[in-house]
């Protein structure tokens, strides 16, 4: 039942696929953050997904040839939402979906081309943006991650925690440069993820027409 349920939540974002367009297929796989605790991708196309007091990521590499985008966009839709939370606690911090973009110097870029998510995650020189639809923030607010070293990720508010079907658009470059200062790198990794584990709640939600430009 949740598998059917994410494909008709993913199928309700079909469209045709464009330039610069990311599938959600080739390349995607999940990341779990504990050992008994997962989300329900259903990938294709576009990506959707089914959180049941659970988190975990799916995440995919980004290829050379858009290590130097400087902008994206996408649709997201939820149709069944945490509650709101404060999005700086952590284990509190429960989100509906979040889209994630991942950095490195251009200098390292090819170095770490075969690297995993934990591997990133790991290394001093990566920085994270996350754009968040969930917890109770204003609009555009830049709060620093709960998790990992101090300085290398942020989440970026985008909607609270609600229902209802979106398109966003985002300037990586500039958020980057009020994120950390300076210039932004490569652009190498995406993520996205579901978290309903703190709440014990349940998430049905999808994202796709993802866009790197």
């Known amino acids: ?83 709101p939370t404060d999005l700086s606690r952590k284990g509190g911090d429960d989100r509906n979906i979040s889209l994630y973009f991942v950095f490195v110097p251009e200098s390292i870029a090819p170095s770490l081309e075969g690297a995993n998510i934990r591997a990133l995650l790991g290394n001093d020189d990566v920085r994270i943006i996350q754009y968040a639809w969930g917890g109770n923030h204003a609009r555009g607010q830049v709060i620093a991650s709960p998790y990992g070293p101090s300085g290398q990720g942020v989440t970026i508010a985008l909607r609270q925690a609600g229902t209802g079907s979106f398109g966003e658009s985002v300037d990586l470059a500039a958020d980057y440069a009020r994120a950390f200062g300076g210039e932004k790198g490569a652009l190498i990794g995406l993520a996205v993820s579901g978290d309903s584990d703190d709440t014990e709640s349940v998430i049905r939600a999808a994202v796709g027409n993802l866009t790197l430009r």
Do not use: C, H
């Open 1 to 83: 039942m949740r598998k059917i349920l994410t494909t008709v939540l993913a199928l309700s974002f079909a469209a045709s696929a464009q330039a610069g367009e990311v599938r959600f297929d080739n390349g995607w796989q999940e990341q779990r953050l504990s050992l008994f605790s997962s989300n329900d991708y259903a990938f294709g196309q576009n990506l959707g997904l089914v959180s049941e007091g659970s988190v975990s990521i799916a995440w995919s590499r980004v290829g050379s040839t858009d290590w130097s985008t400087d902008a994206a966009s996408w649709n997201w839709t939820v149709d069944q939402s945490v509650p």
